[in-house]
């Protein structure tokens, strides 16, 4: 019972943090940084996936019976074992003692309320889990087909020179896509693939969508959005855990466009600006669970471009360390 009143407890309390961020930041809007929430949803995420029992919730009260209530044949059975046992024989049975000997070896147990909500919710989270992750095989092995490898010296050029700018060691993979109603986007897990429209680029263009997508690999944000999808897994049940990762979702966008647009001059955000509006003009992404996309709805986009020319924000560092205590 214990494991369940921990997997309550992480539940209830990962859905009061996430209300209380979700407030925290329409209070603030653009002047509470992306990427402070980032750490926030991270933060809550870890203490979802931990299902520990601390005094959130009362524990049971145990009493321990005295053994010459019960006698010495019935000391350490249940309390059910028990009473069958005594019935059978105020009924005349003759296997009061088999019963009791059954009970102490554990035979003939009854399938509990605990066994049913335990196999609900293994096979809810089973679900889950395996709808996202077959989601992501099949589409990954869709963008392969469709996709080829880039052998551009210009754009591999700047792959290499942006990548190193960020401090990448090992820069991913780089594919073009044949169909041009894609979006530039990232893929992967672990081996993330950056995945671009097969057309032709000015410089300045490709200059921003390459430090974008290497941006999102930096950060690891694929296998964070992995975390969120095991979050969910865990618990499918809280209508917030959902809400949570539509939030991580927008805010991991948000947090690179800030760390692209770090120290940058409003000429400089109204070119990148400029290079989003032509990604949303020429395609989208969609059906992408695990991986990195331009487009994610006209209000998100909305939104983007009000943090774009945004330079004036808060850290956000009160709310991020509020957070780690309410843990």
Known sequence: MSIWLGLLEASTVGGICIVLSFMVSQMLGVRYRAGYRKVIWLLIALRMCVPFSSSFFPKPITVQVPLYVLGESEAGMPYEAQIAGKAEAAAGGEGMAGGFADARNGSGRRLTSWHILAIV???????????YLAAHFFFCRRMMKKSHECTDKRILAALTKTGWGLGLNRLPQLKLVRDGGTGPFTAGIFKPVIYLPDRGYQEKDLQYI???????????????????VFVNAIHWFNPLAWFMKALVNQDLELACDEKVLADTSRKERGEYGEVLMSCIERGRVGGAALSTGYIQGIRFIKRRFVNIFNSRKKSGKAAVCFMAVLR
């Open 210 to 228: 390459l430090r974008h997508e290497l941006t999102h690999c930096a950060g690891r944000d694929t296998l964070i959005k992995l975390l969120f």
């Open 121 to 131: 919710w293994a096979a809810g989270g089973g679900t889950v889990l395996v709808y």
